[in-house]
């Protein structure tokens, strides 16, 4: 069944300081999902155009002061997000924000100087959320790099159950067989919650035939994913070795997760201080002063046999243009920073493994932050993630005593349409459900459905 929007419901009053992409993502999904915005940002131009293009409130001004947070409406706001350039004035923002009403408040920070202190901020500060877009965009890289096959991870339950996301080869054995056939013919303990074909996207039914080149979504535990991906003969050993161009900021922070899993690292980097630095932060790796854009330099550092490559250059084109190479003459895992979403939809066409994009990641964390929020009251949800961008999300809920929805086979529930009860976590055991299971007070349970107000678990009912 094709997917199709959902109308919004009524929200919260949130104030976003910063007109750059990530306060423009922002001001998009959060007015579609039906709260009332008003952006603040001291260039009248950016203003203008978020407030138009968004049809959001818009005033001009330097958010950290408080007549300016007054014409907001701070006063009456639920959520002030701080998303500028500068780390200080997005603290300063929030701070002031405290200070002016009881709202909550989350800042962008994105200095490695600050990363080991994100618990200190949030909690002296009083924030609800401190995110670091290039922090964010690591750490996805750091997940699809020891799980290279995917596209994309998430994870629930403290990482007990995962949902992956990944491109169907045109010679797999899947091809040609429905998701029903799947089940009965793998036996494996996951299950299909999404494909997306084309410019079409669908909640997976058991009569929907795999073609090759979807982009498949499943829910399954860490183990049962792997059986699935070693039947349909798909790899998935995590790399040993990495190949990054460009040193950056989420060059560093990749650099240091990386090298905790033991994964060999090399970066290659034109700035000579930046590779000074990086250095002296990480002797154990090896830093290359030269520019990634020459091919040659590639080619004699090991780019045809290394595990992977990832290229975050600052520049978008270089770096689309790194991985084409590197799809050319290597066979490594491939992953693309992308800064700019204006051409995602060209971009998805290129053929490249992960795109990236650190202000969507961003985005992203504080949308779910602000739907868990939002739904707080008379709510169990505990996590929120976006598998098809504006369309289909998941949600994890833990099940409360009393609920209606305990003790009843699934297959007696009569559930809205374009809704799947996609796993049941009960302790430590994970149940990829199906019509007889029954869900029992204290499971989490993860949900995959349209984009709908999601207040407790029993309004997937009918």
Do not use: W
């Not at 993502?25 to 579609?32: P, T």
């Not at 490695?112 to 995110?131: D, H, K, R, W």
């Not at 990944?166 to 299950?191: D, H, I, Q, W, Y």
């Not at 854009?293 to 046999?305: A, F, M, P, R, V």
Request: proline content about 3%.
């Amino acid at each position: 069944m094709k997917i199709s929007r959902v109308k919004p419901e009524p929200g919260m009053n949130i104030i976003i300081v910063g007109c750059g992409k990530i306060g423009q993502n922002l001001a998009e999904e959060l007015g579609e999902q039906g709260n009332n915005i008003t952006v603040v940002d001291i260039s009248p131009q950016k203003v203008k155009e978020v407030s138009t293009r968004f049809d959001v409130m818009g005033v001009v001004g330097n958010g950290a002061t408080h007549s300016v947070l007054e014409d907001a409406g701070i006063a009456n706001a639920d959520l002030l997000i701080a998303v500028t350039g500068s780390d200080e004035l997005n603290l300063l923002c929030c701070i002031v924000a405290k200070k002016a009403s009881n709202c909550h408040t989350i800042a962008r920070v994105k200095q490695p100087e600050y990363s080991t202190e994100t618990a200190y901020l949030q909690n002296e500060l009083e924030l609800a959320m401190v995110i670091n877009p290039q922090y964010a965009a690591a750490a996805e890289i750091a997940r699809v790099l020891r799980f290279p096959s995917a596209m994309k991870i998430d994870t629930f339950a403290g990482g007990r159950v995962e949902l992956v996301k990944f491109r169907l080869p045109e010679t797999s054995p899947l091809v040609g067989m429905s998701v029903r056939e799947m089940a009965t013919k793998l036996r494996c303990n996951v299950l299909i919650c999404t494909v997306e074909r084309d410019e079409q996207a669908f909640i997976a039914k058991g009569d929907l035939v795999f073609e090759g080149r979807d982009v498949i979504s499943l829910i399954a535990s860490p183990r049962g994913a792997a059986a699935f991906f070693d039947k349909i003969d798909y790899r998935t050993h995590s790399v040993s070795d990495v190949m990054i161009a460009g040193g950056g900021r989420t060059a560093h922070y990749l650099c240091e997760m990386l090298l905790k899993e033991g994964i060999a690292v090399k970066i290659i980097e034109k700035e000579k201080p930046v590779c000074d630095d990086l250095c002296a932060r990480f002797p154990e790796a090896t830093i290359i002063h030269s520019n990634a854009s020459d091919q040659e330099i590639l080619i004699e550092e090991g780019l045809k046999t290394a595990g992977a490559f990832v290229a975050l250059t600052n520049m978008d084109e270089e770096n689309i243009l790194l991985s084409l190479f590197a799809k050319r003459v290597g066979k490594g895992k491939l992953v693309t920073k992308i800064n700019r979403v204006d051409f995602s939809d060209v971009v998805t066409h290129l053929d490249l493994d992960s795109i990236i994009y650190p202000k969507n990641i961003a985005s992203d964390q504080i949308v779910r932050y602000v739907r868990a929020m939002k739904n707080t009251i008379g709510s169990n949800v505990e996590t929120l993630y976006n598998i098809i961008q504006g369309q289909v999300e998941a949600s994890e809920f833990i099940v409360k005593e009393g609920s209606a929805i305990i003790g009843q086979p699934l297959s007696q529930l009569q559930f809205k349409d374009n809704v799947l009860i996609a796993s049941i976590l009960r302790g430590r055991k994970v149940i990829i459900p199906r019509g007889h299971d029954t869900i029992e007070a204290g499971d989490h349970v993860v949900i995959v459905s349209e984009l709908m107000p999601l207040h407790d678990i029993t309004d997937v009912l009918k």
